[in-house]
């Protein structure tokens, strides 16, 4: 029997747990024992997701119980033009997904922003953020709590950075319900996401307010974060990178690449993603910003469940009268403008999933692997790339609806 074999039979006669293997072999041979579990408890064969191009140990710090892996394919939209804060040039966008026609709807947005002269991006607003919750006595004390805050904002600076190099704790705002207070602690985080950054930081700063004030902490997080849910505040402070990515298009070129008009697309975005989300009381005011955000996390390492407040975000078009466009453009109608502004896009260029080989190798093509010089210019770059995306991908599928070729491209693609 092979190692793996052995390992395998000891956790099914209950000598071991399937999370103790990587106590008694490597993380390959770990995984492939429990494949073995897995398949004879299932009476399936695992044995593509047992094939996998890294160590298993490169992901001991991603996954616990490792048995293989998840191949989501991969492809690339553009090149793009982007003008960015921190992002430039012409690249690829990578997009990891399954949904077949996203990637050539957001490739031909792609095209069409270059066409264009290309898409501007800028961050507008950073910061992580972690609100604990504090119960006081009564709304006196809940005042004095906040008073106590705002005397002593030193205090908590220094606590929370002791537990970091990199983080820097921006500000505290704090918020009253009752006897409840919660404070909500922002954080540049430079190049990495930082949710564990924040956690840890805001936990040491959460120690110096129980042991100065008469509050008692009752979570670290008490949800007025807000993470992985959808949340007003996040749409109205932000979270994370708040990012917006914008392009002027000639009439011409939405007339000639996209088969429809300024004023119909400006139109349908009013009627659709500003009224329609409004009646339907959504927080995402856009078409599908999601699919940009989702398939562009997977390529890159980020938190997937984070798409819930990357994909807070609001798409603006409106016909700009006399705009860039030529005379004759002029003469028939304005040019097109387009804009797409995600409050809380949350992504980091180091730690997490971009440790992950293939995840860094998507990285590289953007350029953007690891920490950025000056730091934060990476994760900056990745917001302002993810935006344009975006971008690309309302762009496409705003102009499908206008000039009613939705359904027939699924058809023409197979889909």
Not at 7 to 32: W, Y
Not at 94 to 100: R, V
Request: proline residues 3%; charged residues 20%.
């Amino acid at each position: 029997m092979t190692d793996a074999a052995i390992l395998a039979e000891r956790v099914r006669e209950g000598e071991l747990r399937l999370h103790e293997l990587d106590d008694h072999a490597d993380a390959d041979v770990a995984a492939t024992a429990r494949r073995l579990v897995v398949e004879s408890q299932a009476d399936t064969s695992l044995a593509t997701v047992g094939e996998y191009g890294f160590p298993a140990d490169r992901a001991e710090s991603n996954i616990e119980n490792m048995l293989g892996t998840v191949q989501v394919p991969l492809g690339v939209a553009g090149p793009v033009t982007v003008d960015g804060g921190a992002a430039s040039g012409e690249t690829y966008l990578p997009l990891a997904t399954t949904e077949g026609a996203l990637l050539a709807s957001v490739n031909r947005g792609c095209s069409t922003l270059s066409a264009a002269g290309g898409a501007s991006a800028r961050v507008l607003k950073s910061g992580m953020t972690r609100a604990p919750v504090f119960r006081v006595a009564d709304v006196v004390e809940a005042e004095a709590l906040v008073s106590w805050v705002r005397d002593n904002r030193g205090e908590l600076v220094d606590a929370a950075e002791s537990t970091t190099s990199h983080g820097e704790l921006l500000d505290v705002t704090p918020y009253v319900v009752g006897n409840s207070v919660y404070l909500r602690f922002r954080y540049d985080t430079k190049d990495a996401m930082g949710m564990n950054m924040a956690t840890i930081a805001t936990e040491a700063a959460c120690d110096v307010v129980e042991g100065e004030t008469g509050a008692d902490l009752v979570a670290l997080s008490g949800n007025l974060c807000t993470d992985k849910k959808p949340a007003a505040i996040n749409a109205v402070e932000g979270r994370g990178r708040s990012v917006t990515a914008d392009v002027t298009i000639p009439r011409e070129v939405v007339e000639e690449r996209l088969h429809t008009t300024p004023e119909d697309i400006s139109e349908l975005n009013t009627r659709k993603n500003l009224v329609g989300s409004a009646k339907a009381g959504s927080l995402g005011f856009n078409a599908h910003v999601a699919n940009v955000v989702a398939a562009m996390f997977l390529a890159t390492g980020q938190d997937e469940a984070q798409v819930v407040e990357g994909a807070n975000a609001i798409t603006t078009a409106e016909v700009r009268e006399g705009g860039s466009g030529s005379a004759d453009s002029a003469a028939s109608g304005g040019d097109l403008y387009l804009s797409v502004s995600l409050a809380s896009l949350e992504v980091g260029t180091v730690g997490g999933g971009t440790k992950l080989p293939t995840q860094s190798e998507a990285l590289d093509v953007l350029g953007i692997r690891g920490g950025g010089d000056p730091p934060g210019s990476n994760a900056d770059a990745l917001a302002e790339y993810i935006a344009v995306g975006a971008l690309a991908g309302e762009l496409s599928l705003l102009s499908a609806l206008a000039s009613r070729h939705l359904s027939s491209a699924h058809a023409d693609l197979g889909r």
